[in-house]
Nanobody
Framework: VVPLVESGGGSVQTGGSLTLSCGIS????MGWFRQVPGKEREGVAG????????YYADSVKGRFTISLDNAKHTLYLRMNNLSPEDTAMYHC????????????????????????WGPGTQVTVSS
């Protein structure tokens, strides 16, 4: 497995778009979560290499799209129609087990330990 490193964050205005990227190889469960200081971690999107189901938090459904390019070993998060509520540090997370398929992505994000995600990329949306 390779260390997780995110890129693609930045500052945009309301309604704008960003695409986050994360170099990823050797993992099964993967996804993106976001965190704001003083608030709980929020898993926003997840997928696995062994399952058909893709997960989105209700807060991002219809606006965010998670995808995996196996040839480029890259996980993406396309974010459209961004709002100030999307401002956060976004982290790529991954796991070499199929736990996400057994317990669901919500619990999977909650039980991640510190070496399961990258340093993050900041997304700031201004009104």
């Amino acid at each position: 497995v390779v260390p997780l490193v995110e890129s693609g964050g930045g500052s945009v205005q309301t309604g704008g778009s960003l695409t986050l990227s994360c170099g990823i190889s050797g993992y099964i469960c993967m996804g993106w979560f976001r965190q704001v200081p003083g608030k709980e971690r929020e898993g926003v999107a997840g997928l696995s290499t062994t399952g058909q189901k893709v997960y989105y938090a209700d807060s991002v459904k219809g606006r965010f799209t998670i995808s995996l390019d196996n040839a480029k070993h890259t996980l993406y998060l396309r974010m459209n129609n961004l709002s100030p509520e999307d401002t956060a540090m976004y982290h790529c997370a991954a796991d070499t087990t199929e736990v996400c398929q057994w317990i669901g992505y919500g619990p999977w994000f909650d039980q991640l330990h510190g070496n399961s995600w990258g340093p993050g990329t900041q997304v700031t949306v201004s009104s």
